[in-house]
């Protein structure tokens, strides 16, 4: 019984340990050497990347990256909540309606940023229609702004926060606002006071899912922000290969990963267990 | 309300499904440009005599199936052992890896393999594309298999242990059957994911590891290109009937 168990549990321990674990501590142990000469890391041990985070230049990196990540959240609940509750109470279609949120979350994430491109830029879709339509002489810069990274950001982690909005509105039992009704409430009251204050939990759940993979993203601001909008990735991606500061880079890992662990000790409060 | 609600998602679906129809639309476009001329397939042509771009999505398909078949087998030994018992530390390194930012995972993977490669004479590769992306699929196929698990009745291994079975026997025939539309569905999900990687991938490939994702972003950072548009769509097309299969198989 138990030799089975282990014999089927080792290779993909052995993978975690190796690929997973081992890696991250490397990290960590590196984000605490100097820089080598050539690249590398070197003794002697030091906290002095650690310091350099709250440099002023970097402090703005990570202003930018919160300040980013939570308008993106803020952008996904108001956008994703009344989705979510259309998906909820569509009864039989469900299933479709649902379906057509997670789609385009597993359709190539690059493939969608190509596309808000090919929309955004001074010769897109977008700024061609209103020329010929004579609204506008010269083309709008939509594209290559902190603008166009909340843009990419909201539409890759919208699904993010549909689905756990969905799963909370949908074991809500329908007669709450029947009740609310009955005793006089109009519809956008009984969404006020007896629909969201429900939702709290699904709410909360989607700023998580939706907050902590916007801190830690590096395509949406490159493909989308240009080089003005350099969030936490970029500057770990940068480190990592032109500036070939690997300590640092790792230093400012550390902050991610920070916030990847604390997302799923919050997560395993407030939801039951998936494994 | 009761009006605006389903006008509203109207809206929603067309923001989440609008921009690449759009780009299907322009990728049968005659003009270079962002202007309609006509319907031509010549972007498909050009796709189809750019080198760079056949063998990048010939390595991409190498180390997707690589990496997809290792993963499912993995990942479904280790969801039916933790089925079985659970592992608090397995089930949380899983886990992390779900959550880890892709950046982190993979300047993580470069630090690693730089410094076992130090002392092995090894350098970065398919080698080490491949199990990359290994490591990322496993939580997907473990989740996937392990929703299908929960509903499975124990007793239809109990009974093939009373009929004389031996453990690897009730789990080969009785167990691992069962499971065989889950797995299906799993693999699917770890192609998808795997063929669709760019920001590890990009990390850990050497020279003769270019993959499709590592063109496309290139070819995207370059501005607008026609050819890319049509990549896009069957890249999209593609991935989409995948992953419907792959619903489907799950909820049967």
């Known amino acids: ?275 | 309300m009761k009006r605006a609600l389903p006008l509203y998602a109207a809206c929603a679906y067309l923001f989440l499904h609008l921009p690449l129809a759009i780009l299907a639309i322009f990728s049968v476009n005659a003009s270079r440009f962002t202007v309609w001329e006509g319907f031509s397939l010549r972007w498909y042509r050009a796709m189809f005599a750019d080198h760079d771009l056949l063998e990048s999505a010939g390595n991409s398909l190498v180390i997707a199936v690589a990496a997809t078949v290792l993963a499912t087998i993995v990942g479904t030994l280790a969801a039916y052992a933790l089925w079985k018992k659970a592992s608090a530390w397995l089930a949380g390194s899983l886990y992390l890896s779900l959550v880890t930012p892709e950046i982190v995972t993979g300047v993580s993977l470069l630090a690693f393999f730089q410094w076992i490669f130090r002392s092995l004479h090894l350098r970065l590769g398919m080698h080490t594309v491949i199990l990359a992306h290994v490591s990322f699929s496993i939580a997907y196929v473990v989740l996937v298999v392990m929703a299908r698990l929960r509903n499975f009745d124990v007793s239809l291994e109990e009974a093939a242990l009373d009929l004389g079975e031996t453990e690897f026997g009730a789990f080969y025939r009785v167990t691992l059957p069962y499971l065989a539309p889950a797995i299906a569905a799993a693999a699917m999900l770890a192609f998808t994911v795997s063929i669709d990687d760019y920001v590890i991938t990009s990390l850990v490939a050497g020279v003769d590891s270019r993959t499709l994702p590592m063109v496309i972003y290139a070819m995207a950072r370059r501005g607008v290109n026609p050819v890319l548009n049509a990549v896009s769509t069957v890249v999209v097309a593609g991935l989409g009937a995948l992953i419907l299969i792959s619903e489907r198989l799950r909820r049967a």
């Not at chain 1, 385009?104 to 001074?122: E, G, N």
């Not at chain 1, 409430?185 to 899912?209: D, N, Q």
Request: hydrophobic share 55%; aromatic share 12%; net charge positive.
């Open chain 1, 1 to 275: 019984m138990n030799r089975l168990r282990t014999l089927f549990l080792a290779p993909a321990a052995l993978l975690m340990l190796t690929t997973l674990i081992v890696p991250l501590g490397i990290v960590a142990a590196y984000s605490f050497l100097s820089r080598g000469a050539y690249g590398g890391v070197e003794t002697p041990w030091t906290q002095e990347n650690y310091t350099r985070l709250f440099d002023p230049l970097y402090g703005a990196i990570f202003l930018r990256s919160a300040w980013i990540s939570f308008l993106a959240t803020a952008g996904c609940l108001v956008l994703g909540f009344p989705l979510a509750l259309f998906i909820a109470r569509s009864g039989p279609r469900k299933n479709l309606y649902l379906a057509l949120v997670i789609l385009p979350f597993w359709t190539s994430f690059l493939i969608r940023l190509y596309a808000w491109m090919f929309l955004l830029r001074d010769t897109g879709l977008i700024n061609t229609a209103l020329a010929a339509l004579g609204l506008i002489h010269a083309p709008l810069p939509m594209l290559y702004n902190q603008g166009s990274v909340i843009l990419g950001l909201i539409y890759g982690y919208l699904p993010f926060a549909v689905l756990p909005l969905y799963a909370t509105l949908e074991r809500q039992d329908p007669a709450l606002v029947d009740a609310a009704a009955d005793l006089g409430a109009t519809p956008l009251r009984a969404l006020l006071r007896v629909t969201i204050p429900l939702s709290m939990p699904g709410i909360w759940a989607a700023s998580i899912l939706v907050f902590v993979p916007c801190v830690g993203t590096y395509i949406v601001s490159d493909l989308l922000g240009g080089s003005k909008t350099v969030l936490i990735g970029n500057l770990v991606q940068n480190q990592f290969t032109s500036s070939r500061d690997w300590p640092f880079g790792a230093a400012a890992s550390m902050i991610l990963i920070a916030a990847a662990i604390t997302m799923l000790a919050l997560m395993r409060r407030s939801r039951e267990e998936l494994l």
